[in-house]
């Protein structure tokens, strides 16, 4: 594959139904979107997210972005699934209702490598959160036995 082919639309709704069978999903009910080298996700606020001070806990945080960027990278491989090799987020602030929305982009891709930036902003827009890591493929195809559909 070159840097410059984009895969075809049924590869990005593929990946959104691999997504959505994940059994973490049904804890967090997070809706996929994906375009080339793009991810959106979205996360409806429960109670049941929050810690003991009663604002959403990092962990939420880490899975809107881990998976943004996650998504962003493996909507460029149609083979295979890709796996995160390190992730760093930036809490900016809390957040204890609505909507969280995370934005993946792809910076940059070398051989086995992808480099990804997500954002984490509430429903007004403001910036909650953001991350950035590196994802590689690995040996996990992409096939219906996971969900790739």
């Known amino acids: 594959m070159t840097e410059d ?58 899975k809107a972005l881990d998976d943004a960027a996650f998504f962003a990278a493996n909507s460029l491989v149609e083979d295979s699934f ?20 995370a934005v993946g982009r792809v910076t940059h891709r070398t051989g086995r490598l992808f480099f990804a930036e997500a954002e984490l902003e509430d429903q007004q827009g403001n910036a909650i959160a953001r991350g950035s890591g590196t994802f590689m493929r690995s040996k996990i195809e992409l096939t219906a036995a996971i969900g790739y559909r």
């Open 5 to 62: 082919y984009v895969p075809p639309p049924s590869h990005f709704r593929k990946l959104e139904r691999v997504y959505a069978s994940a059994p973490i999903n049904a804890y967090f009910r997070p809706r996929l979107t994906l375009s080339a080298g793009r991810a959106e996700i979205e996360i409806p606020i429960e109670a049941k997210m929050h810690h003991a001070a009663g604002a959403v806990h990092g962990t939420v945080y880490f």
């Open 82 to 101: 890709v796996l995160t090799s390190s992730f760093t987020i930036y809490m900016l602030q809390p957040i204890v209702e609505g909507t969280l929305r």
